[in-house]
């Protein structure tokens, strides 16, 4: 029986990915000093099932190198050696270098096999060396048993549990393996089999008391029991003690017992030039929580209920049940709506996705650039819809990058101005209202809106004479021209890519504000809309086509007077709302509709919207209901339309599009 | 395992054999006759109101809920420059599958007809090239020419004629 692997392949490199992030965070921690025993433990046995899995799968380059990163791991795991900041450093670096064979392997491209073998090398450095012995070597005499240091055999008790066969165990290949590392000699016992008549061939009965003789590391038998040592008592004890001048000995024995290692790795690295065959397209798949789907297997089964019902209440209905068909249907409703609730929790995913791969940028960076910064992250747990997640990523680390190279200042520089040495970058998620917030802030030194202004003059884009507010002056920012302008960083800060950050925020339909004090820091604000798959919507009339306006951009709706109008220039419309004057966007002369029923303005309605601090009147015929719609693309099949941000699906089956505000505003302009 | 040795099968054959063809349906636009490789058809309804969508080449009538997807709808009078006529109860919309030239994956469209035909298996001995008729009619879109029954028919290059970037440049 041959069981295809490949079907497991996926699994194994998501988890593998997963597992990674774990070791990332925890090197991390371990960094900062938060360690504790379960933290490198969580390490330890996140690089032990990523060995695991990639030696089931015959990944061997994967497997060894996560070998020897896990024999550092397990050395400081026992507390037989300490990790320094540079052993962090190195151990970082290996994550990335697996990261980058697990995404070679997985996507068929070439593993960069110079990068891997320094990263062995330097592993295997911090192995050799020999402050593993000289800094705990106090704890070492008390507890030899626990330590990695080899004496000269061991006795080891085997007794598996009774059961030890069903789990699909084989003694006989534990035995062989423990022969591979030594010299192992033992007895069996047999007292525990039952009489012929009781004896169950599928039952365990046999324990055996084992030496092994040689030189072997305990790790080395720790690693042989590790996946039986749920279903069996297992005791290793050294053979005797030797005490020596562990210092030298054991360093010694060290780079003897790791030998092994190295020269297994050699052919491993040979191997990995053989192009793997390439993958199967990579589908994007998503973990959902056991009881997001057990709250979505209740939710479907009342609304199985309620349609039962409603069947049986139609089988023979009569005006005098009327009301209880309301009832259902208002039930059908509620059900209905929680339902498609939860279908859209199971795509909501917490932030920490995006945000965990920060800790590590901004100590990268810090170091880079000989800054002291501190990185404090709160909201993590806030859930985002998973396309958002995904595509918000780029845009963050733009906008942390940029805090770090020009927000926060030299630590000299810090305190001259009176400031803590270390500088601080925040990032903090959070609902409000029906929006996600982001805010990522710095206390450096703020953005200096003289400069920007002056440069907004240089650059054409503000007449000198105008005077801007403050969020407009920060507007500036985000101007593709000020973005190329490689002079600007120097004096503001502020400025690749900030266009793009703001294109891909609004693309998101989200927007991003700034608010900054000279001196004090600066506060990126970015609001994203909960999910990208359903919005409440304002559905209007314009002729016979119906169209949504998203509620959110709606600030009011208002049966507009005639000698509230005025014309600017002859041509620009304007409205005066209040004491506002509002530019008027007429959807059928921009979408060239020719059945509008309304031409003059008191035949029609004005909705008022707000996009990019900007209100506008839109002006159309008729506002006909609300309602919450499922967004549909337009590009999947047709292409992208100005002004339209996507299409969705009427009660009756029409289509009905979706208006972007937006760029309508931009459209009239 | 069958499936495939048969398809690999068919393809040698029609390197040996020009006598096995392709199906296709069949239809009439203003007394034309035009066929589509009947594999590429995913589906026929009668014609119902459509969303129009605005700043859309006139060809394009608008888009319609196919099952939940968008899908837009594409009449070709318009597109061949025949003329115009009302729509009426024999009016069909084909639901096609076509692959966008310009990113390689399958989209969704739709074609209005006058009405549909047949479905004709074409040999290949049969199929002529497109005669070039001068720069006055763009013959870029049909593939080849075939006999049925003694009626001229017009074979349609789908992906090309509906090419969704041509869509963009209006």
Redesign the interface.
């Known amino acids: 029986m041959s069981i295809d692997m490949e079907q497991f392949h996926q699994v194994f490199f998501e988890e593998s990915f997963e597992g990674l992030d774990i070791m990332e965070t925890g090197l991390l921690n371990l960094d900062s000093g938060e360690a504790d025993n379960e933290e490198i433990n969580s390490i330890f046995r996140a690089a032990h099932s990523i060995k695991g899995g990639s030696g089931t799968f015959g990944f061997q380059n994967i497997s060894d190198f996560t070998h020897i990163m896990e024999t550092l791991l397990d050395e400081v795991r026992d507390g037989i050696r300490e990790l320094t900041h540079e052993g962090i450093n190195i151990l970082l670096k290996s994550v990335d270098c697996l990261r980058m064979m697990m995404t070679a392997t997985s996507e068929g491209g070439d593993v960069d096999e110079a990068e891997v073998k320094t990263n062995f090398e330097a592993l295997q450095n911090i192995l050799d060396s020999e402050s593993a012995a000289d800094t705990p070597s106090a704890k070492q005499d008390a507890a030899t048993s626990e330590s990695d240091q080899a004496p000269v055999g061991w006795k080891i008790k085997f007794a598996p549990h009774k059961n030890f066969m069903q789990f699909g165990n084989d003694p006989v290949r534990i035995l062989r393996e423990l022969g591979g590392l030594g010299d192992l000699k033992g007895q069996v016992d047999t007292s525990k089999v039952p009489d012929f008549d009781d004896f169950n061939p599928e039952d365990m009965h046999l324990s055996w008391d084992l030496m092994l003789t040689g030189n072997v590391s305990k790790s080395a038998i720790d690693d042989v029991f590790a996946w039986v040592e749920d279903e069996s008592d297992i005791s290793i004890t050294p053979l005797s003690v030797v005490k020596e001048e562990s210092a030298i000995s054991s360093a010694e024995k060290k780079t003897a017992s790791k030998k092994p290692v190295a020269t297994a790795a050699a052919p491993a690295a040979a191997k990995t030039t053989e192009k793997k065959e390439k993958s199967t397209a990579a589908s994007s798949s998503i973990r959902v929580g056991i009881d997001k789907i057990d709250d979505l297997i209740n939710m479907v089964g009342e609304l199985v209920i309620t349609q039962s019902m409603l069947s049986l209440l139609g089988e023979d209905f009569n005006m005098t049940r009327l009301e209880k068909l309301q009832e259902g249907l208002i039930q059908l409703d509620r059900h209905t709506r929680e339902l498609q609730e939860s279908v859209m929790q199971i795509r909501m995913v917490p932030i920490s996705f995006t945000f965990s791969r920060f800790p590590r940028m901004v100590r990268d960076l810090s170091e880079k650039l000989e800054k002291n910064i501190e990185l404090v992250m709160y909201g993590e747990n806030t859930e985002l819809d998973k396309t958002v997640i995904e595509k918000i990523g780029d845009p963050l680390v733009h906008l942390v990058r940029n805090s770090i190279d020009h927000g926060i200042e030299m630590p000299e520089d810090r305190v001259a101005a009176g400031k803590p040495e270390k500088g601080t970058i925040q990032l903090n998620a959070f609902h409000r209202g029906g929006n996600i917030v982001i805010e990522i802030t710095d206390d450096g030194k703020g953005i200096d809106k003289d400069i920007i202004f002056q440069k907004g003059i240089e650059k054409g884009l503000v007449d000198p004479g105008s005077k801007l507010s403050d969020q407009q002056i920060y507007d500036l920012l985000f101007n593709p021209g000020f973005s190329t302008a490689a002079e600007i960083t120097d004096v503001s800060g502020r400025g690749v890519g900030m266009d793009v950050v703001k294109k891909n925020i609004m693309s998101l339909g989200g927007a991003i504000e700034t608010h900054s004090v000279k001196g004090q820091g600066t506060i990126f604000s970015i609001r994203l809309p909960l999910t990208l798959a359903i919005l409440d919507g304002q559905s209007v009339s314009v002729g016979d086509d119906n169209y949504i306006i998203p509620l959110v951009s709606i600030v009011e709706s208002v049966r507009p007077k005639k000698e509230m109008l005025n014309m600017v220039a002859g041509k620009g419309e304007t409205y005066k709302l209040r004491d506002e004057y509002l530019p008027i966007i007429r959807v059928r002369d921009l979408f060239k509709i020719p059945d509008a029923k309304a031409d003059q303005l008191e035949e029609g309605l004005l909705v008022v919207v707000e996009a990019d601090g900007k209100r506008f009147g839109v002006f159309v015929d008729d506002l006909l209901g609300q309602q919450q719609v499922v967004i549909k693309s337009l590009e999947s099949n047709y292409k992208r339309i100005r002004g339209v941000s996507g299409a969705t699906i009427l009660g009756d089956g029409s289509v009905a599009l979706i208006l972007d505000i937006p760029s309508l505003i931009r459209m009239s302009d | 395992m069958t499936a495939e040795t048969h398809t690999e099968g068919t393809d040698e054959l029609l390197d040996v054999d020009a006598d096995l063809g392709d199906e296709y349906l069949t239809f009439s636009l203003a007394h034309e006759e035009y066929g589509v490789d009947i594999l590429r058809v995913r589906e026929i309804r009668g014609w119902e ?8 080449p006139d060809y ?1 009538k ?4 196919l099952r ?5 709808v594409i009449d070709l009078r318009v597109r061949f420059n025949l003329p115009v006529e009302e729509y009426t109860s024999l009016t069909v919309v084909i639901v096609l599958a076509v692959e966008d030239k310009d990113d390689g994956r399958e ?3 739709s074609v209005v007809v006058d009405e549909i035909s047949d479905v004709v298996k074409a040999k290949l001995s049969d199929i002529q090239t497109t005669p070039k008729f001068g720069s006055a009619l763009d013959t870029e879109y049909i593939s080849g020419i075939a006999d049925a029954g003694g009626k001229m028919l017009m074979l349609l290059d789908i992906d090309t004629m509906l090419r ?1 970037s041509e ?2 440049q209006h």
Not at chain 2, 62 to 65: A, E, I, K, S, W
């Open positions: 109101a459509v969303t129009r969508v605005p700043n859309s394009v608008g888009v319609l809920n939940g997807a968008i899908v837009p989209k969704t469209i969704v869509m963009n």
